[in-house]
Nanobody
Framework: QAQLVESGGGLVQPGESLRLSCVAS????????TGWFRQAPGREREGVAC????EGVSSRTGRFTISRDHAKNTVYLEIDSLKPEDTGTYYC??????????????????????WGQGTQVTVAS
């Protein structure tokens, strides 16, 4: 059964860094674009970073770096200089089709069909 499982969340202090993992089982994650999203309490889910299907080179946007480990069938999200407003549940997701977003990914939630259960990140001193 195809599944996405996030891990790596926890309680961290402001200014620290964290690496979240999104491990796929039952399918090859390389074939799919992957997005990371987060949802803070009382707020709508929002996109954080995405990586294209195929080689999907790592990319950095501000404090967020997304990358792949092909051998581990995993996509990572690294967050630097964590702030209290980064608190929330972090989800990874893929669009429905292999090869979707091959050249350019976007963070439109409606484009993503398969979601993990999320991992909680709490930033507090």
């Amino acid at each position: 059964q195809a599944q996405l499982v996030e891990s790596g969340g926890g309680l961290v202090q402001p200014g620290e860094s964290l690496r979240l993992s999104c491990v796929a089982s039952g399918f090859t994650l390389d074939a799919y674009a992957t997005g990371w999203f987060r949802q803070a309490p009382g707020r709508e889910r929002e996109g954080v970073a995405c990586i294209t299907s195929g080689e999907g080179v790592s990319s950095r946007t501000g404090r967020f770096t997304i990358s792949r480990d092909h051998a581990k069938n995993t996509v990572y999200l690294e967050i630097d200089s964590l702030k209290p407003e980064d608190t929330g549940t972090y989800y990874c997701a893929t669009p429905p089709g292999a090869g979707d977003m091959f050249r350019l990914c976007d963070l439109d939630l409606d484009q993503y069909s398969y979601w993990g259960q999320g991992t909680q990140v709490t930033v507090a001193s």
